[in-house]
């Protein structure tokens, strides 16, 4: 008899592509075709000339068109991916109190920077329990209100809006977030990101876009004194941004990978275009589990329920871990969960790239592995 791991998926059951993990997202062939069709006269080329520069310029206006920014907003960037930027925040953001929102592994990891930094305050952390979110509480003395619009490790999604009656900068972790969810810029002061996920591009850069209170922060900040490490400075970032260049040399194929899902969102309607694919698939993965008798959305309410990360638990009797690595046996990969999180679960991201035909080949993939077993 052969194994369960040995389970063949027949092939008009199985997606078009199999890529599905929490991030890097899928890249999009024509993504591939684009850098390919530039490489010669693009790749290897200096980041400080005007090939690159223009590119880069492009990422930066393309993105302000894309979350049609408000007069007075720009779009900072610079090396070391969203975990960095919780450092350049640490640094270069807040004054001397924080509030964070914890709600999942990625949200607790800015709260235990400022936590272990010596020149501010304790921060104030409002949690809850995973599969939910917290909210923000507007208090004196807050100067720096740090959300997430989406939690990764869980797949809740909450919206991103001012707490009311507050002064502080709203600082939102959107990584996985921005592209495939809707935001309302007037609502957030810094909106970070890096382009592995929605942008469906590779990682190693991180992104801000900033109101001008925001700007005015790092430059009141930079002013001050504070001793700052160069590579954290998001003054240095904002004087290299505006050059469209960054402090050190970045990634060029990531940059130009990022290029061209901007330009493809804004080709297309912009972000209802990009956030509706992930709405999409979205309906397609929930209404599966709901109808499902062995498979049930982890979000309990539907509104907090991830367009772009979907978290599905399965019943006792049904391994999801098998189920994941049968699906990897089969080509169609990274639907384990997120490990921490140690649920009978898998994890499907939903990013723009995902089309939400291959999002319903994968129910009808795992309903047929559930049916073998
Ligand atoms: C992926 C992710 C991060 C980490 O991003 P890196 O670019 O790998 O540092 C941070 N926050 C959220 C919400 C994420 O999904």
Request: hydrophobic share 40%.
């Amino acid at each position: 008899m052969t194994s369960p791991e040995n389970l063949s998926i027949p092939t008009n059951l199985l997606p078009r592509d199999g890529r599905f993990g929490a991030g890097p997202s899928k890249v999009r062939a024509a993504q591939l075709d684009a850098l390919l069709a530039d490489a010669p006269h693009f790749l290897g080329t200096s980041h400080r000339q005007s090939t690159v520069k223009d590119k880069v310029g492009e990422v930066r206006d393309g993105l302000a068109a894309l979350f049609n920014l408000p007069d007075g907003y720009e779009v900072l960037l610079g090396n070391g991916g969203s975990t960095a930027f919780w450092d350049i925040a640490t640094f270069g953001l807040i004054e001397q109190h924080s509030q964070h929102l914890v709600f999942g592994e990625f949200s607790s990891k800015f709260a235990t920077a400022v936590k272990a930094a010596p020149h501010l305050g304790d921060p104030e952390v409002i949690s809850s329990e995973p599969g939910t979110h917290p909210q923000a509480i507007a208090r004196d003395g807050i100067d720096l209100y740090a959300l997430t619009h989406n939690e990764t490790s869980t797949g809740v999604m909450m919206p991103i809006l001012r707490p009311e009656g507050s002064t502080g900068l709203v600082c939102v972790d959107a990584t996985s977030a921005a592209g495939g969810l809707i935001v309302d810029p007037t609502q957030f002061d810094v909106y970070y990101f890096a382009p592995q996920k929605s942008f469906a591009s590779d990682g190693g850069l991180w992104i801000a876009l900033c109101s001008p209170a925001a700007i005015a922060r790092i430059e009141a900040i930079a002013a001050s004194g504070r001793w700052t490490p160069e590579f954290f400075n998001l003054k240095t970032a904002l004087d290299n941004s505006r050059l469209n260049q960054t402090y050190n040399t970045p990634a060029l194929a990531t940059i130009h990978l990022l290029a061209s899902q901007i330009s493809w969102f804004n080709e297309n309607g912009g972000l209802s275009f990009s956030a509706g694919r992930s709405s999409r698939s979205a309906e397609v993965l929930y209404g599966w589990a709901e109808a499902s008798d062995f498979a049930t959305p982890f979000v309990q309410n539907s509104a907090e329920r991830s367009h772009v990360i979907g978290t599905i638990d399965f019943t006792d009797e049904i391994d999801a871990a098998l189920i994941a690595k049968i699906l990897r046996a089969n080509g169609v990969v990274d639907t384990e969960p997120y490990r921490k999180l140690g649920r009978n679960q898998l994890r499907i991201a939903m990013f723009p790239a995902i089309d939400s035909e291959d999002i319903a080949a994968l129910c009808a993939s795992i309903n047929y592995i559930v049916g073998s077993l």
